[in-house]
């Protein structure tokens, strides 16, 4: 005994003085033979004597002298000297595990495991010496020992039978040994155990079989290396598994009579009842209790001794989850054989009255501990009908009904938590997957399955709105598709109600990320003390920090730190970590609590989500698996298009993501029957391409390849040869700007992929652009499908979403650029479109729509003109913006405008209805007056210029006939009374008012503005608004082009020999009103020579209408034809002037008219030399005292000025030049018949005198008031030439006298203007009386209540005094 004594303090002292060398030449501690390692892996260990035999010469060896070391063989001696030391060091190493320094005890570990890979041989045979050297080290030494241990023969490829029966050896006498360590010692040698078991499980299990059969219950350390072996974690592979397995229910069998035993039931029993420290976790021994418990039951062959003993188990406590678990199992195990027992102790269990109180009575408030027990013993009745049905697998089939309508009852009347809800998933897939095992998915029919069907969807309503915590959703959905293959198939409206709540719950969930921050509350409990460092679970580590309870104990939470440490450093799973701090004396609950929280909450957030995700694109295909048909997949995508409606980019991507899948599963298992086509692809494609514009990203790329798979399976259905499918990526990648590659944003985390590792289908296809890809896939559209795409790019631009009106606009644009020509209905397709143009506030998209509007009418004018009409009486902006639109290109201009033509010369007039007879429903007349709005609005757009140009001919034509049946809608007539309640639907007066506006409008922008000019001075559009009148107004307009040397009179004339072949009256008559007047205009010889105009006249005889008739009369009679009467009115006019003396009003106004058409009549022979005569007898009367002659004076002083233009003696431009004062003084005049016929006079003699400015001046006279436009005729008036200035001044003196006030006022304001830029002049003019006169007419005017003739007559005032001074 000394001897070895000495030998080992030698061998100590020999280590230490090599590991001071090896520290100090690390190039010898780092290098290890090879062949020093493969001896050393290889040496087993020797007995006792041997070792002491071997012992002394190696120590000999180490300190002999260099001469005597040099005498063995170099490589022998090398391998030699390293093995020593190799073995030293780990000597050392393993003497330092007692070490309390957490960080030199990390280090150590980390040594000696990385010596293990390289040597395990010799680390083994190390540790081996050790433990026989040192049977006095500490327990938590030896606990660390251990884990070294254990993670070295991990490492090794193989033991040798010596090395097991050591080590199986070693672990036994440690297993069942009681330490200050408790359960955290025994586990550790429980684990040398099972570690031994990976090379030789069967050497093992023979120990374990000898000591569970020997009549006393277990120790907790056999039956955690038996639950470790028999859990799915456990070291074994599967052909050991089975084995063991296999042996074990050869064990259980040997233990049945265990059960007759009372001291080893009760053992039993108080093993599965007693609480765990966390009930987070099940220890391993306990959990393989309730599996064993259950073996012991099936091989019991007494019915009655099973059901004694399920029903002792089912009446302990149900708090705890892992408790209820194990109940179950322990049911469902004994249910594989005694099926009918099991049921029974189940019903009779169900019917207990604990168990009715906890459905009926139980309330959350209630502070009785009993109750509690019984708060979950739902969970465990389902879970242990689950059981039965998997452990009974093909004798469930007679049960399934039976047993179903148990789990419905308990999930609906028992309290809803998550317990419960868990159970009820985790039962009902385990019954469908043993009645899908045992082949029953077909011939099983669920009397039930509606019912079960809607437990699910109320499931899935109540989870959290904003949270994913737990796997229950991808549970429920993934029920709900095993579900569907079973019988009785479902009905369109329950199916239609779980796709609903299925996609609700998956799709509505907030971004991934928003789901994390949720998670997190979930994930940790209410009574944490330890907080972790890292948000993601696989990075949690344990802070160090404590509050609350734990601030109180620093001593523990040190000694916890450093226990996790520790265990850390020695590399063993988080939950062997807490296994020892269960064991630990001192160790505070709540620590073990909240680091128990840290091991469980291992859930990744964004794999559960694409999980269930998954599920529920299992559930989409188990539905088209079951029923491959065309409507199918029509009822599936129809209700993911709401969710591709989505106004939250993430539910899009979802929804976008299903249907690509649902795409993919299509493309890769080609289920579908190629005879059934598909249903409405056309609203498919418009979805999918509005996607296509996405803002995010991740969304726009599965868009795109969505459509490319539906092409794809557009061809393949529509019987076209497409090349293999190729396999696709579950995601498309999207380009970026620099080229790299972007899978995905949005709802996850955006990473980029370098360009090689995108793979894209070979499909070219799947390379072009969005824009390009809806270009071929509309292709393979029928036109019926195509007009429901359409439909649907309509109803987009009604969005709230900005992006989702542009890419409505440019797919709406895109299909009518390639088939614009095809498309039906377009009259519908336009209405819906200016119903929807008024909601587009993006204005590239409005641009986009007008232009596709302008594309359709290319082919379809006719049809969009006759929509847009019903939306213009009068059109609206938006409506304005389509017609533009219409004719934004020149061609399409002209057709639109000849459309509009047509429906503007179909005037039928309303028809009388019978009392019982139905008004009619469309009255043709307002689509008449709407094409005269349209047309007014038109003729000033930049877009419709030039055509309105070329057809200025037949516009006028045409308006004038549409004033004409504007008023024959409006003739005296006494309706039915059937017809007085439908006055409403007769056009208003206005309707006439805006014909006339188009006429008017057409005149002033397009013909000449002189005729427009004459027009409106003379006020003749009043002639135009009653039938008797009509005529004059037609001649007046007729006449003032005539006058005017209007270019249009050719055109206008082609027009009229149309007109006059028209079957309407009313064209034919205002064809022959306006024909008798361009019988005075030399144009008109050049297309209708004079014997063809008068042959058409003849030929108007014979017209229908007496109207005609008349007019026709009165053409032949025109003066063209008949030269001799010029002389022959000439010579009536003297008697004419001598008749304006007479005292009659009525006779003077009469003559003077009566002049004016003999004026007219002579044409281009004129009056000659009597032209004079008429002038100054006309200029006689224009300040008579009478309004009437005043204004007939005028009119006729107008119209001889107008027939004499070009012509004019001298003599007259005389009496022109003495009119112009008294004719501007009297825009003043009080009656409104005088001011108009004074406008008009003025403006003729105004072109006769060839003033500047004439648009001015015919501006100024017709539309401006107030003092600034009589500034501006007065300084046309001054500054036409010195000779007339004299007469000018000269009348203006002379109306200071007259009776009247406004002459005086208005004649003393243009002597005043006079005075300002011409006082030199005045001056001369005026004497001292008319300077008093003026001066006290301007004092009046000072006191009017306009302030700016007060404050002229005040400047008039200061300058009078220079006009008398000029006199002087």
């Given at each position: 005994?000394?001897q ?6 030698g061998s100590?002292s020999?280590?230490?003085s090599?590991?001071?060398a ?6 010898i501690?780092?290098h ?11 040496k ?10 071997e012992a002394?010469?190696?120590?000999i ?9 040099a ?8 391998a030699f000297?390293?093995r ?5 060091i780990c ?7 007692s ?10 570990v980390k040594?000696?495991k ?7 041989g010799?680390?083994l045979?190390?540790?081996h010496?050790y433990f ?5 080290v500490?327990?938590?030494?030896k606990l ?11 490492v090794?490829?193989s ?5 097991e029966k050591?080590f199986i ?6 297993m069942?040994?009681s330490t200050e360590?408790?359960e955290?010692y ?6 040398l155990?099972v570690?031994?078991?990976?090379h030789?499980?069967?050497r093992v299990?023979r120990?374990l079989?000898?000591e569970?059969?020997t009549?006393v219950?277990p ?10 072996l028999?859990?799915?974690?456990g ?5 050991d598994?089975a084995?063991?397995?296999?042996q074990?229910?050869?064990?259980a ?13 009760k053992?039993?029993l ?16 306990k ?6 418990y259950g073996l012991i039951l099936?091989a019991?062959?007494?019915?009655a001794t099973?059901?004694r003993h ?7 406590s149900?708090?705890?989850p ?10 469902g195990l004994?249910a594989?054989r005694h ?8 019903e ?7 168990i009715k109180?906890?459905l ?6 209630g502070?009785?501990s009993?109750?509690l027990?019984w708060?979950w013993?739902s ?16 004798r469930?089939?007679?049960w399934?009904?039976s047993?179903l309508?148990?789990?419905?009852f308990?999930?609906r009347?028992s309290?809803w938590?998550e ?23 077909h011939?099983c029919r669920?009397?039930q399955?509606s019912e ?5 969807m109320?499931?899935l309503q ?9 796997p229950?959703?991808?549970?429920a959905?993934r029920?709900?598709s ?7 198939p479902?009905?369109?409206e ?7 709540t299925?996609?609700?719950s ?9 789901l ?7 994930l940790e409990?209410?009574n944490?003390?330890v ?9 949690r ?12 104990h620093t001593?523990e939470?040190?000694w916890?730190r450093w226990?996790?440490?520790?265990c850390q450093a020695?590399?063993l ?10 064991g ?7 620590l ?7 091991c ?6 964004g794999t ?9 694109d299992?559930l989409l295909q ?10 199918e997949?029509?009822f599936l995508?129809?209700h993911?298009?709401t ?5 939250k980019?993430?539910e ?11 795409f993919?599963?299509l ?11 598909f249903?409405r692809?056309?609203q498919?494609?418009a979805m999918?391409?509005?996607l ?10 599965s ?7 539906l092409?794809q399976?557009?061809?393949?259905q529509?019987?076209e ?6 396999q ?9 700007m ?9 709802d996850?985390k ?5 360009p090689q590792?995108a ?8 390379q072009?652009g969005?824009?390009q ?10 036109p ?8 649907t ?6 969005s709230?979403?900005?992006?989702r009106?542009?890419a409505?606009?440019s ?11 095809q ?5 519908n ?10 909601s ?11 232009l596709a509007?302008t ?16 939306f ?6 938006h409506?304005?913006q ?7 290109e020149?061609?399409?201009s ?9 429906w503007?010369?179909?005037?039928p007039?309303?028809?009388?209805t ?5 008004p ?7 689509r ?11 003729q000033?757009?930049r877009?419709f ?9 037949q516009?006028?034509l045409?308006f004038l006939a549409?004033?004409h049946?504007?008023?024959e809608?409006?003739?005296p ?11 409403a639907?007769v056009?208003?007066p206005?309707?006439?008012?805006l014909?006339?506006?188009?006429l008017?409008?057409l005149?002033a ?7 427009f000019?004459q027009l409106?001075l003379?006020?003749a ?5 009653t039938?008797d009148t009509y ?13 005017g040397?209007?270019g ?6 082609r027009?009229?020999?149309h007109?006059?072949q028209s079957?309407?009256?009313r ?5 022959i009103l306006i024909?008798?007047e361009f ?25 229908p209408?007496?109207e005609?008739?008349?007019l ?5 009679s ?5 030269p001799?009467k010029?002389?022959l ?5 003297p008697h004419f002037?001598?008749g304006?003396?007479r005292?009659g009003e009525r ?10 058409e003999?004026?007219?009549r ?15 007898n006309?200029?006689s ?18 119209d001889?000025?107008?027939a004499?233009?070009g012509?004019?003696p ?11 004062v008294?004719l501007?003084?009297h825009?003043k005049?009080?009656?409104?018949a005088?001011?108009?016929?004074a406008?008009?006079?003025l403006?003729r003699?105004?072109?006769l005198l060839?003033w ?6 015919f501006?100024?006279?017709a ?8 500034h501006f005729?007065w300084?046309?008036?001054l500054?036409?030439?010195q000779?007339?200035?004299g ?10 006298h ?10 003393a ?6 005075s300002?830029y ?5 001056s001369?003019v ?5 300077v008093?006169l003026?001066c006290?007419t301007f004092?009046g ?7 700016g003739?007060?404050e ?9 005094p ?7």
């Amino acid at each position: 005994m000394d001897q070895k004594r000495s030998e080992k303090a030698g061998s100590h002292s020999t280590a230490d003085s090599v590991l001071s060398a090896l520290s100090q030449n690390p190039r010898i501690s780092s290098h290890i033979s090879e062949s020093s390692r493969d001896l050393s892996c290889r040496k087993a260990p020797q007995s006792p004597a041997r070792r002491g035999r071997e012992a002394h010469p190696t120590t000999i060896l180490l300190c002999k002298s260099q001469s005597s070391q040099a005498a063995l063989a170099p490589q022998e001696h090398q391998a030699f000297l390293e093995r020593a030391c190799t073995a030293a060091i780990c000597f050392k190493m393993l003497r330092d595990l007692s070490s309390s320094d957490s960080a030199h005890l990390s280090s150590t570990v980390k040594k000696i495991k990385s010596m293990a890979h390289e040597a395990p041989g010799l680390v083994l045979e190390t540790i081996h010496d050790y433990f026989k050297d040192n049977p006095e080290v500490s327990s938590w030494h030896k606990l660390r020992l251990f884990h070294v241990l254990e993670t070295v023969i991990g490492v090794s490829d193989s033991l040798e039978e010596s090395w097991e029966k050591a080590f199986i050896k070693l672990a036994l006498e440690n297993m069942a040994k009681s330490t200050e360590l408790k359960e955290a010692y025994q586990d550790a040698a429980s684990n040398l155990l099972v570690a031994v078991c990976r090379h030789s499980w069967r050497r093992v299990a023979r120990h374990l079989e000898t000591e569970v059969l020997t009549g006393v219950f277990p120790h907790r350390s056999l039956l955690y290396v038996m639950g470790v072996l028999t859990s799915p974690q456990g070291p074994l592979s599967q052909a050991d598994k089975a084995s063991w397995e296999e042996q074990l229910s050869k064990i259980a069998a040997q233990a049945v009579p265990f059960l007759n035993s009372e001291v080893w039931s009760k053992e039993l029993l108080w093993a599965l009842t007693k609480p765990d420290q966390t009930h987070r976790e099940q220890p391993p021994e306990k959990a393989f209790l309730f599996v064993f418990y259950g073996l012991i039951l099936q091989a019991e062959a007494d019915g009655a001794t099973v059901r004694r003993h399920l029903q002792t188990l089912l009446e302990t406590s149900h708090r705890w989850p892992k408790q209820r678990e194990g109940m179950a199992l322990t049911v469902g195990l004994a249910a594989a054989r005694h099926l009918e027992d099991a049921w029974a102790v189940l019903e009779h269990f169900g019917q207990s009255d604990p168990i009715k109180c906890s459905l009926h009575s139980f309330s959350p408030k209630g502070p009785a501990s009993e109750d509690l027990r019984w708060k979950w013993a739902s969970s465990t009745i389902l879970l242990s009908y689950g059981q039965m049905a998997a452990k009974a697998q093909a004798r469930i089939l007679p049960w399934v009904d039976s047993i179903l309508s148990r789990m419905i009852f308990f999930f609906r009347y028992s309290s809803w938590n998550e317990s419960l809800k868990q159970s009820f998933l985790t039962a009902v897939l385990m019954l469908v997957e043993a009645v899908s095992l045992s082949g029953g998915a077909h011939s099983c029919r669920l009397s039930q399955l509606s019912e079960l069907l809607e437990c699910l969807m109320v499931l899935l309503q109540k989870e959290p709105k904003d949270a994913l915590c737990t796997p229950a959703r991808q549970q429920a959905i993934r029920v709900i598709s095993s579900l569907c293959r079973l019988r009785p198939p479902l009905d369109l409206e329950k199916k239609s109600q779980l796709l609903s709540t299925c996609l609700h719950s998956v799709l509505a969930l907030p971004l991934l990320d928003v789901l994390e921050r949720h998670t997190c509350l979930f994930l940790e409990p209410p009574n944490i003390q330890v907080r972790s460092g890292a948000r993601g679970p696989s990075r949690r580590r344990p802070s160090g920090r404590a509050s609350g309870s734990a601030a109180a104990h620093t001593s523990e939470g040190s000694w916890c730190r450093w226990v996790l440490a520790t265990c850390q450093a020695l590399g063993l799973p988080l939950q062997q970590q807490i296994g020892e701090l269960k064991g630990a004396p001192r160790a505070p609950r709540e620590l073990m609590a909240s680091t128990q929280g840290l091991c469980s909450s291992g859930l990744q957030w964004g794999t559960l989500y694409d999980e269930t995700a998954e599920a529920l694109d299992q559930l989409l295909q188990t539905f088209l698996m079951e029923n491959p048909t065309a409507d199918e997949l029509h009822f599936l995508l129809s209700h993911l298009l709401t969710w591709l409606a989505s106004d939250k980019a993430h539910e899009r991507q979802r929804a976008v993501d299903s249907c690509v899948g649902l795409f993919r599963f299509l493309s890769h298992n080609r289920c579908l029957d190629p005879k059934d086509d598909f249903k409405r692809p056309g609203q498919l494609v418009a979805m999918l391409g509005a996607l296509c514009q996405d803002p995010d990203r991740a969304t726009q790329g599965s868009s795109v390849e969505g459509l490319g798979q539906l092409y794809q399976l557009l061809r393949r259905q529509r019987g076209e040869l497409l090349r293999p499918a190729q396999q696709t990526p579950p995601e498309r990648p999207q380009t970026s700007m620099d080229g790299a590659l972007l899978w995905s944003s949005g709802d996850q985390k955006a990473k980029l992929l370098a360009p090689q590792e995108a793979v894209f289908p070979k499909d070219r296809l799947f390379q072009l652009g969005s824009s390009q890809v809806i270009k071929e896939v509309t292709k393979y559209l029928t036109p019926a499908e195509l007009t429901d795409l359409i439909w649907t790019t309509v109803e987009g631009l009604g969005s709230t979403s900005p992006f989702r009106v542009q890419a409505a606009a440019s797919m709406l644009l895109t299909v009518i650029q390639e088939h614009g020509a095809q498309l039906e209905t377009v009259a519908n397709l336009g209405q819906a479109i200016h119903l929807q143009l008024s909601s587009v506030r993006v204005p590239q998209a409005k641009a986009d729509v007008l232009l596709a509007i302008t594309l359709l009418a290319r082919n379809h004018t006719p049809e969009l003109v006759a929509t847009f009409l019903d939306f213009s009486t009068p059109p609206d902006s938006h409506t304005f913006q389509l017609w533009r639109a219409l004719g934004a290109e020149l061609s399409g201009s002209r057709r639109v405008l000849a459309t509009l033509l047509a429906w503007l010369q179909d005037r039928p007039l309303p028809t009388q209805t019978s009392d019982s007879g139905p008004p009619p429903k469309e009255k043709t007349h307002l689509r008449s007056m709407a094409a005269m709005n349209t047309l007014c609005k038109l003729q000033l757009t930049r877009e419709f210029k030039d055509t309105v140009q070329e057809a200025y001919p037949q516009l006028l034509l045409a308006f004038l006939a549409q004033v004409h049946y504007i008023l024959e809608l409006h003739l005296p007539r006494e309706p039915p009374p059937s017809q007085k309640a439908q006055e409403a639907a007769v056009p208003s007066p206005q309707s006439c008012s805006l014909s006339l506006e188009a006429l008017r409008s057409l005149l002033a922008t397009t013909g000449p503005w002189q005729s427009f000019a004459q027009l409106e001075l003379q006020d003749a559009w009043r002639l135009f608004a009653t039938a008797d009148t009509y005529p004059k107004g037609v001649g007046l307009l007729a006449r003032a082009m005539v006058q005017g040397a209007c270019g249009q009179v050719k055109g206008v004339t082609r027009q009229l020999l149309h007109s006059l072949q028209s079957p309407e009256g009313r064209e034919r008559k205002v064809a022959i009103l306006i024909l008798n007047e361009f019988l005075h205009s030399p144009a008109l010889l050049e297309v209708l020579p004079e014997q063809d105009a008068l042959t058409l006249l003849a030929q108007s005889l014979r017209d229908p209408s007496p109207e005609v008739r008349a007019l026709s009369l009165q053409g032949l009679s025109n003066i063209l034809f008949h030269p001799e009467k010029g002389s022959l009115l000439r010579r009536q006019l003297p008697h004419f002037l001598n008749g304006f003396f007479r005292n009659g009003e009525r006779e003077v106004v009469h003559l003077m008219g009566t002049v004016s058409e003999v004026l007219h009549r002579l044409g281009a022979q004129g009056a000659g030399a009597q032209s004079l005569s008429v002038a100054v007898n006309t200029r006689s009367f224009f300040d008579d005292e009478r309004e009437g002659i005043r204004a007939a004076a005028m009119a006729l002083f107008g119209d001889l000025v107008a027939a004499t233009a070009g012509r004019e003696p001298r003599s007259l431009c005389t009496q022109v030049h003495q009119s112009l004062v008294p004719l501007l003084l009297h825009l003043k005049d009080r009656c409104p018949a005088v001011v108009t016929q004074a406008k008009f006079a003025l403006y003729r003699c105004s072109l006769l005198l060839r003033w500047r400015l004439p648009h001015t001046l015919f501006c100024t006279l017709a539309w401006e008031r107030g003092l600034s436009a009589r500034h501006f005729l007065w300084s046309r008036l001054l500054t036409q030439g010195q000779e007339e200035f004299g007469i000018h001044l000269s009348q203006a003196l002379s109306y200071l006298h007259s009776r009247h006030h406004h002459l005086r006022t208005w004649a003393a304001l243009f002597l005043g203007y006079a005075s300002c830029y011409h006082p030199q002049a005045v001056s001369q003019v005026v004497n001292s009386g008319d300077v008093k006169l003026l001066c006290s007419t301007f004092k009046g005017l000072q006191k009017d209540p306009e302030p700016g003739l007060q404050e002229f007559a005040t400047r008039q005032l200061s300058l009078l005094p220079r006009v008398a001074a000029g006199q002087e």
